[in-house]
């Protein structure tokens, strides 16, 4: 069953969920895993494109968009749908659960102080908890 894990950056944390996904990214693949990241639209898909070039001057995560990257080079893809062949991490950006998310090992919510998205992010909290999946949350400085 897959696990499920909400990261909330706790009250005064500076950054965003867009950095906490790269955060997740970064460490996810160092230790070995596939990470696609689900995103919302094409700008939240540039958007974090741009952020994983950029976002850490000392370190490199190779990625690339789903339809345009090749994933054998690539162990972390941005999408917008369910194009990929990936079922190890996924990392959610999109205010709703994705409908391919139970084809991971683990799902990776990312909740930071935007409070739509927070009651977004308690919807799909409920929705996991309702179902049974394993639940675990993290708050993130």
Not at 12 to 29: I, P
């Amino acid at each position: 069953m897959t696990r499920v894990d909400f990261y909330v950056l706790k009250a005064g944390c500076r950054g965003n969920r867009y950095t906490l996904a790269a955060r997740l990214a970064e460490k996810a693949w160092h230790h070995g895993h596939r990470v696609l990241i689900a995103v919302s639209d094409e700008e939240e898909q540039r958007h974090m494109n741009r952020l994983l070039w950029t976002w850490r001057d000392t370190s490199f995560i190779p990625h690339g968009l789903i339809h345009e990257a090749d994933p054998a080079l690539n162990p972390v893809l941005i999408t917008l749908d369910d194009a990929a062949d990936e079922h190890d991490v996924l990392i959610n950006l999109q205010p709703q659960i994705p409908g391919f998310f139970s084809r991971f090992e683990r799902v990776a919510e990312c909740v930071d102080h935007d409070e739509p998205l927070r009651q977004a992010s308690r919807e799909r909290y409920k929705f996991y908890r309702e179902r049974g999946y394993p639940l675990h949350t993290h708050e993130v400085a």
